[in-house]
């Protein structure tokens, strides 16, 4: 069964880098997309980006300029760096894992349980 | 942007009732790249329908789904209390690439 598992700080300030881990376990990196998808409280899912397993990336263009998403093969881990953040960043943010197949669907079929961040000084 | 409009914004129902929820998007969904999902309190969402019409693995029958192009539908043919939640609807397409709607919550009547 794979699962997926954020971690990183819960507070951050005004105008610094929120940064956030994703530990998959029990299943392959390879053949799949790895995502961030953020969820202010009491408000609906914004998709923020992925990695593929080969390395490529695709950014939600809202976010793209404070962005970047790394992956880390041998760990099983993948992360968010968001730089610049202000209290509109706070969210639940949670990994994905996207599954492709071209021509015919798509689709979020494993997701981390999520973990809060808070931007506040 | 390809941009995903639910209605309605909240479905009151009872146990027992059909819910019939709707998912509209601005362009044409390729592919029928187009996926359901229920989120409950405190809790990811989690995969119920994807490709339109198919549902994911364990996802009871009395969920269904279908619609092309733009107009999309998701059907709850009997509520159980379990499926009190918020539904979201969710593409793929042109930048951004994955786009969500922005939640149906179906309430107990």
């Known amino acids: 069964q794979v699962q997926l598992q954020e971690s990183g700080p819960g507070l951050v300030k005004p105008s610094e880098t929120l940064s956030l881990t994703c530990t998959v376990s029990g299943g392959s990196i390879n053949g799949y997309h790895w995502n961030w998808i953020r969820q202010p409280p009491g408000k609906g899912l914004e998709w923020i980006g992925y990695i593929h397993y080969s390395g490529s990336t695709n950014y939600n263009p809202s976010l793209k300029s404070r962005v970047t998403i790394s992956l880390d093969t041998s760990k099983k881990q993948f992360s968010l760096n968001l730089s610049s953040v202000t209290a509109a960043d706070t969210a639940v943010y949670y990994c994905?894992?996207?599954?492709?197949?071209?021509?015919?669907?798509?689709?979020?079929?494993?997701w981390g349980q999520g973990t809060l961040v808070t931007v506040s000084s | 942007e390809i941009v995903l409009t639910q209605s309605p914004g909240t479905l009151s129902l009872s146990p027992g009732e059909r819910a019939t929820l709707s998912c509209r998007a601005s362009?044409?969904?390729?592919?029928?790249?187009l996926s359901w999902y229920q989120q409950k309190p405190g809790q990811a969402p989690r995969l119920l329908i994807y490709?339109?019409?198919s549902r994911a693995t364990s996802i009871p029958d009395r969920f269904s789904a279908s619609g092309s192009g733009t107009d999309f539908t998701l059907t709850i043919s009997r509520l159980e209390p379990e499926d009190f939640a918020v539904y979201y609807c969710q593409q793929y397409g042109s930048s951004p690439p994955i786009t969500f709607g922005q939640g149906t919550r179906l309430e107990i009547k």
């Open positions: 362009q044409s969904v390729s592919y029928n790249y």
């Open positions: 994905a894992r996207w599954v492709f197949y071209g021509g015919h669907s798509d689709y979020f079929d494993y």
């Open positions: 490709g339109a019409s």
